[in-house]
Each structure stands twice: as C-alpha cells, then as structure tokens.
C-alpha cells in the first residue's frame, strides 16, 4: 500500500509532539502539511530534517505556510520542489516525481480579500490544465477552504452568501475537477455521507458532535484514482481545528511492521501504475 495524508496543522510548532507521534503511528509515504505559520529556519529540529523523509518547509512568521515530507524508502532521490508563478503567502509546493506531480495547497480563506482567493483558484485551475497537457498524474493534497456542495456544511452552520460556500467559489472548484480529470476521493469512497467534516470551530464541543465543514482534500486523476482503496479523516487525532486526512492506494505489495524496509512493488494491471 502507499498511504497519503494531508494535515492543516494550525500552527508546526504548537503540533511538534502530535506530528512525531503521527509520522510513527502512520508511517505515510506522502505527507502535506498546511498552516505551518512559521519560516522554515523556524520549524522545530525534530520535525525540520525528520529521518526517512524529503523534507520541504515554505511558510511565514506566523500566518499561512505549506509543506511536503516524502518517504524516502518510496522515493530515493529527493525530487524537485518548487512554487508555481500564482504562489503567494507560501500557499503552495509542487514535488515533481518521476511519474506524479504532487502538491500541498492551502487556499486562501477569502474573508479578507475574496478577489485574491478567486485569483490564487484561477492559478490553480490553470496549473492543473498545464500538469494535464503533459500527461502528469496529480495528487493535489490539502485545505482548499470550500465546501464543495451545500451538505459539506452541517445544516447549522450554513448562512447566506458564505464565504467558503459561494456560487462562484464552488463554481471554480468544479472548473479544477475538470481541467485535470480530478477524483475527490473522500467523496468516492462515501457518496451518500453528509457529514465528512474535516474542519471544526475550537468551541461549544462541535467536534464531539462533528459540527463543521468538509475543506480539506485529496484530489487524483487516473490510474491513481482507480488505485485509491480509501479515505477518510481521523476526527480524534489531535488539536488542530482540522482533521487528517488520510488515503491509501493499491500500488505497492502488503507490508508488516517488522518488514517495513523490504517491501516490494506489487504487479498491478494498466488500470494502474507502480511508482518507482
């Protein structure tokens, strides 16, 4: 199995001790990490070269910030990162392997300057387009700040006019599906779940209800999405105001904890492609 997970930490330093504990509970061979809040000098030791993974921090003192940790056992050679011409507030990094374009997005929330959301979304719908044309497979992983469709919002907390919930928003979203042939995968694998929150506001215990908003993503185009076997969130893990969220796919043979460093890539059928 490869195993991805996305992450808005609300803050690297305040999630040291979770995420350490996450990356040896989980063991993902992709991991995308959002909201970092801090410049990359300024991510904790533990986690800033943490050992066995590809390690990309972009972030700011304080606000906003993206990562990617890439196993290196999946992985050998570390890949090219980099930020796409739309990139601003450190809001997104693209890991270019030899078959995947991977990228950990976190989109702006819109509530103070709505124009410059739609504009980093045209970005991305453009950035998708141009990954397409090339033959790339994606795997775009992160907080889109959306609710792709009403019920993605529980019924409480929906009000008028809502940034995050916007025709024109959702309209955009739906634009980047189509420019890269793109899966929602939580969606995939729970098309009739109306309550697939991975968002919850820090009070009046709404995430014991599991009161919130669906905003975090993890986006494939194929064969990756035919691979995919599941995804979903892990509501109980953490502080962060999100869930992770985490997927797995059908591309390499099944492991065990005692043989984790011996595994072997599982044939797959043209449906699907084993990365290298």
């Given at each position: ?8 930490v ?15 509970r989980e ?7 959002q ?5 990359p000098?300024?991510v ?7 050992a066995?993974?590809h390690c ?26 980099s ?15 030899p ?30 387009s141009?990954?397409?044309a ?28 809502q ?23 939580s ?10 929150f ?19 993503y ?5 064969p990756?999405t ?19 969220l ?31």
């Open positions: 199995m490869l195993k991805v997970a996305t992450w808005n609300n803050g690297i330093r305040k999630r040291e001790q979770e995420l350490v504990d996450f990356v040896a063991q993902p061979d992709v991991l995308a990490l909201e970092i809040k801090a410049d000098d300024k904790p030791s533990a986690l800033a070269a943490l066995g993974y990309y921090w972009h972030g700011n003192k304080g606000y906003s910030g993206v990562a990617l940790l890439l196993s290196e056992h999946r992985f050998a050679e570390r890949p090219a990162f930020h796409p011409e739309f990139d601003h507030e450190a809001r997104i990094v693209v890991a270019e392997l078959e995947w374009t991977v990228a950990s997005i976190y989109v702006p929330n819109g509530g103070k300057d709505f124009e410059a959301k739609l504009r980093f979304l045209d970005g991305l719908e453009r950035f998708v141009a990954a397409r090339r033959g790339r497979q994606l795997l775009l992983c992160g907080d889109l700040n959306i609710a792709r469709e009403d019920r993605d919002v529980h019924p409480s907390l929906r009000k008028p006019n940034i995050g919930r916007t025709p024109e928003e959702q309209s955009q979203f739906a634009r980047m599906l189509d420019a890269g042939s793109l899966t929602d995968l969606r995939k694998f729970a098309p009739d779940d109306d309550r697939l991975s968002w919850w506001a820090p009070w009046r215990n709404l995430r014991e209800k599991n009161v919130g908003w669906r905003i975090d993890i986006l494939t185009s194929e990756l035919a691979a995919a076997v599941s995804c979903a969130v892990q509501r109980d893990f953490g502080k962060s105001d999100h869930g992770p985490i997927a797995q796919f059908q591309l390499f043979g099944p492991t065990n904890q005692d043989d984790s460093l011996t595994r072997t890539p599982l044939t797959v059928d043209s449906a699907t492609t084993a990365v290298p």
